[in-house]
């Protein structure tokens, strides 16, 4: 038997900044994971996008403290993720869509975000060679940024390798040992772990890790595919939203990464449930064609590759944060909803400061700070609501 003071089940974008953090506040951290290295789960088939422009004031705090971490690695740390602070601009084409951003730009602000409306010139200046027919404007949001997945995913396990935690690699969780409400171990690759707290941050196997453990969690993968093209010499900085649907996609993003390549990602329509990682033949020609209406500038770009992932997405767009009522020290923090990378740092320090701040490892405290965060992710919530920019 292995002990510690708290074992994460997940090593990717939830898993490895909350290791780092509790392992800074001097808890004995184990973090398994069935594959053979860190953040090969979906962490690996995210495209770098790391936003505070979100609808819910609860995702806009947590990605406000990830922007932070982000954007001072390299000088804190000495570790380069390729971050950069291009911004995120949502564009605007009709009247509905104007009007549904402008909406939200109150309770953006009052959340901390530095947000604002921009008009169609400043929009051109921004990203040069977009369409401008019929460019009503749109929201810009100069603080967000993107970063490189794989670099930030190596960066945190150092950071949590340096702080003290131990990972064990290639360790399929196989089954838990209870007592009563509570967890008392965890069989993992054939080793059994025990801890005063576990947590579930295991991405788009969460549901299956929630049913060893005895419970329902509404957490459903679904497939999207994104892809990258050659380096070019730089000519945009924000990361660009439509999010205008046709019969075959929803929204559509895309930016130039530092090192000058341009990456892309499209919604499908309808959503395409599963964990099938193969790429498919019709994605290419759908993103292209997206893209190109918008930006007409990209048609001579030759793209290097494209691959598929899973976002783990819940009923409301929204994560889970909490503990369900038969497992009182088993923690969930998934349902990100394809949006992990982002939300990862950030709620990494904001679960370990509640967790050393509480007087139990069952229940996070602080709620005095983190109360409206707790409550708007609570494993418990209705899931009646609906995020307009998920």
């Given at each position: 038997m292995k002990n510690f003071d708290v074992?994460?089940?997940?090593?990717?974008?939830v898993g490895l900044p909350l290791a780092w953090q509790l392992a800074e506040r001097g808890f004995s951290?184990?973090?398994?994971d069935e594959e053979a290295s860190w953040g090969r789960g979906q962490n690996r088939a995210a495209i770098g996008g790391v936003r505070a422009t979100h609808s819910d004031p609860a995702k806009i705090r947590v990605c406000l403290d990830s922007i932070a971490i982000f954007s001072s690695l390299r000088q804190k740390y000495g570790l380069d993720v390729e971050w950069r602070a291009g911004?995120?601009?949502y564009v605007a084409y009709d009247a509905k869509t104007e009007a549904q951003f402008r909406s939200l730009l109150e309770v953006q602000k009052t959340a901390g975000l530095s947000i604002d409306w921009i008009e169609s010139g400043l929009i051109q200046n921004l990203a040069p060679g977009i369409s401008a027919e019929g460019l009503r404007g749109g929201t810009f949001s100069p603080g967000d940024g993107y970063a490189s997945p794989l670099m930030a995913a190596s960066a945190f396990h150092e950071l949590a390798c340096r702080a003290g935690a131990a990972f064990f690699f290639n360790a399929r969780v196989?089954?838990?040992k209870t007592r009563g409400e509570n967890i008392l171990s965890v069989r993992a690759g054939g080793e059994d772990f025990c801890a005063s707290l576990f947590i579930n941050a295991s991405g788009a196997k969460a549901s299956d890790i929630a049913k060893l453990a005895g419970f329902e969690l509404p957490v459903f993968p679904d497939c999207h595919e994104a892809g990258v093209t050659e380096p070019i010499e730089r000519f945009?900085?924000?990361?660009?939203?439509?999010v205008r649907a046709d019969a075959e996609s929803g929204n559509y993003y895309f930016y130039q990464a530092e090192t000058g390549q341009v990456v892309f990602c499209v919604t499908p329509r309808?959503?395409?449930w599963g964990r099938d990682k193969d790429s498919t033949s019709g994605f290419l020609p759908l993103v292209v064609r997206r893209m190109l209406e918008l930006y007409p500038r990209l048609r001579n770009l030759r793209v290097r590759r494209t691959w598929r992932g899973m976002y783990p997405m819940t009923p409301d767009g929204l994560p889970i944060l909490g503990y369900p009522e038969s497992e009182k020290n088993f923690l969930q923090i998934v349902g990100m909803c394809g949006q992990g990378f982002m939300l990862g740092p950030g709620l990494?320090?904001?679960v370990a400061s509640a967790i050393s701040n509480g007087s139990s490892y069952?229940?996070?405290?602080g709620r005095t700070a983190y109360g409206p965060i707790f409550e708007e992710l609570s494993i418990a919530r209705d899931f009646d609501h609906i995020e307009l920019l998920k």
């Open positions: 074992v994460i089940l997940g090593a990717g974008s951290v184990a973090v398994l911004g995120y601009l196989e089954g838990f945009m900085e924000p990361m660009i939203v439509d309808p959503q395409v990494g320090t904001i069952a229940q996070p405290a």
